[in-house]
């Protein structure tokens, strides 16, 4: 697990579509308020396919999920998180998880949100890449992800990783089974692609 420390111990920088610098990095207790600040920001929409939910998100909840995202690093949790900065100011404008399955620990679960206005600009796209680069080196076989069947964001985001996987539609919801790469040629493959997704 130690190249997994370091692989996300510095932050990443990359160039947005249009040439916004951002940085991706692993999300640590001091970031709270910055990823409240973001699940505030994002509209209806974007928190109904985050959540697969149309509750409303009232403060607590958002503050409490930040919270949960920017618990002490562990194993079986990653949380990634964009900023950007604007001036003096660091913003949060994307965040991912990669949590692993405590019943198959060959895999594990991901998620994440892009706020509005960043959205189609290869963020998503990047973080991705990293939850798989991640994943790899924690030694993890395969990703799943749960999404609304009306997200075809998301499931465009995962057919641009260039990897295997099933997408099952039941009951309005779509379950996705992405192979991680096994060998070296694959895995090189996955790095370059990523590059060039920035």
Do not use: C
Request: charge should be positive.
């Amino acid at each position: 697990m130690n190249h997994q420390r370091e692989s996300i111990s510095q932050p990443l920088m990359f160039q947005t579509r249009r040439g916004q610098l951002v940085a991706v990095r692993q999300a640590m207790a001091a970031d709270t308020l910055l990823l409240s600040e973001l699940l505030s920001q994002l509209s209806e929409r974007a928190l109904h396919l985050r959540y697969m939910s149309s509750r409303r998100f009232s403060a607590d909840v958002i503050w409490n999920e930040a919270v949960r995202m920017t618990r002490e690093y562990s194993p079986d949790h990653t949380t990634l998180v964009a900023t950007i900065r604007r001036n003096k100011y660091v913003e949060a404008v994307a965040v991912a998880e990669l949590v692993r399955d405590q019943h198959d620990l060959t895999v594990g679960e991901i998620a994440l949100v892009v706020r509005d206005g960043e959205q189609r600009q290869g963020i998503g796209s990047f973080l991705l890449r990293q939850l798989v680069r991640v994943a790899h080196w924690g030694g993890l076989k395969s990703l799943s992800a749960n999404m609304l069947a009306e997200n075809s964001a998301m499931l465009q985001l995962i057919r641009t990783l260039g990897l295997p996987y099933t997408a099952t539609i039941r009951y309005g919801e779509t379950q996705v089974l992405i192979s991680i790469p096994g060998h070296s040629a694959e895995i090189a493959h996955a790095r370059s692609a990523h590059k060039l997704a920035a």
